[in-house]
């Protein structure tokens, strides 16, 4: 057998064994769908639709106990991080969680908010403590009703 077609051969028996794995990540139906879908008792999604008074739900008291912070990039149209207030912690407060400096997200992280790109770092009410960034972080109104997390949708 001469060079050439073995080696067509062996490029063909390559693509044919990597078919399967390629079918399965062009597959639309992820692992935690699956899971959601199999447990009848799993958590209902909130239902983040603004209502009347302008507030919308950003997830619920236990989220927000269990990770720290609650974060949507999509949020009413904006980007929003919250947190409950350290001095007070039956309260939270939602700021808009792109930093000032060049946009990137800031994550809520120890007692205050990060910017890994370029180290910006904000206080709970969203002043500027480390620069690049030199505008402070605006603010959403929010409050805690019942089980939810509401933030005033802009």
């Given at each position: 057998m001469k060079r050439r077609v073995f080696m067509n051969w062996v490029g063909v028996s390559f693509m044919a064994a990597s078919l399967p794995v390629a079918i399965?990540?062009?597959?639309?139906?992820?692992?935690a769908e699956s899971e959601t879908a199999a447990d009848p008792g799993a958590d209902e999604a909130v239902d983040?639709?603004?209502?009347?008074?302008?507030?919308?739900?950003?997830?619920?008291?236990?989220?927000?106990?269990?990770?720290?912070?609650?974060?949507?990039?999509?949020?009413?149209?904006?980007?929003?991080?919250?947190?409950?207030?350290?001095?007070?912690?039956?309260?939270?407060?939602?700021?808009?969680s792109l930093c000032t400096h060049r946009g990137c997200t800031v994550d809520w992280a120890d007692s205050e908010f990060s910017c890994a790109c370029h180290g910006s770092t904000f206080?709970?009410?969203?002043?500027?403590?480390?620069?690049?960034?030199?505008?402070?972080?605006?603010?959403?109104?929010?409050?805690?009703?019942?089980?939810?997390?509401?933030?005033?949708?802009?």
């Open positions: 399965a990540a062009c597959s639309p139906a992820t692992e983040t639709d603004v209502r009347e008074d302008g507030f919308a739900a950003l997830g619920t008291v236990s989220e927000l106990d269990s990770t720290g912070f609650l974060a949507s990039k999509n949020f009413a149209g904006g980007s929003v991080i919250a947190v409950r207030v350290p001095a007070n912690s039956e309260s939270v407060i939602a700021l808009n206080s709970t009410d969203g002043e500027v403590t480390n620069g690049p960034a030199t505008e402070a972080l605006s603010a959403y109104e929010a409050k805690i009703e019942d089980d939810l997390v509401l933030v005033m949708a802009s």
